[in-house]
């Protein structure tokens, strides 16, 4: 594929696996759940200098909580990877240098090295046990 083109793979489960690999070649992924067994995958082909992998996102800073353009509350008794799967869904309806709001009951480590890889910008909050609230800024 050439820089600045996108593939899109309808699937029967998320291929987390597939986006490591292929970030390293210059892609950047995201994944919506259609229906139970059916997800869409994205993979964007970066522009030149892609396969260096992703350019680090600018830091969030405080003005940045005042104004999201969406949110999501993950409860406490949703198991993983349905958290995480719900905020990417989130995220990938929204439009890059758009913000979303998670209001989470614990740190979400894996969600937050996702975040990294794929270029997107976070900022965290813990509010105490059980609260902890993300702010990501998409990014592309």
Not at 19 to 37: D, H, N, P, S, T
Not at 60 to 68: C, K, P, Q, R
Not at 79 to 93: K, Q, T, Y
Not at 98 to 106: A, I, N, P, Q, S
Request: hydrophobic letters at 40%.
């Amino acid at each position: 594929m050439k820089p600045g083109e996108r593939l899109v793979l309808e699937v029967l489960f998320e291929p987390i696996p597939l986006y490591r690999v292929l970030a390293k070649q210059g892609f950047w992924a995201w994944c919506e759940r259609i229906g139970e067994r059916h997800y869409r995958a994205h993979f964007y082909r970066q522009g030149m200098g892609g396969e260096e992998g992703l350019a680090k996102a600018p830091p969030l800073t405080e003005a940045d909580w005042e104004e999201v353009q969406a949110e999501v509350t993950i409860e406490e008794n949703l198991e993983p990877p349905l958290p995480m799967m719900r905020v990417l869904e989130a995220l990938a309806s929204l439009k890059p240098g758009e913000k979303l709001l998670v209001h989470h009951v614990r740190r979400p480590v894996h969600l937050l090295a996702r975040l990294e890889e794929e270029g997107h910008a976070y900022a965290l909050k813990d509010l105490g046990p059980g609260r902890v609230k993300l702010l990501i800024r998409k990014g592309g």
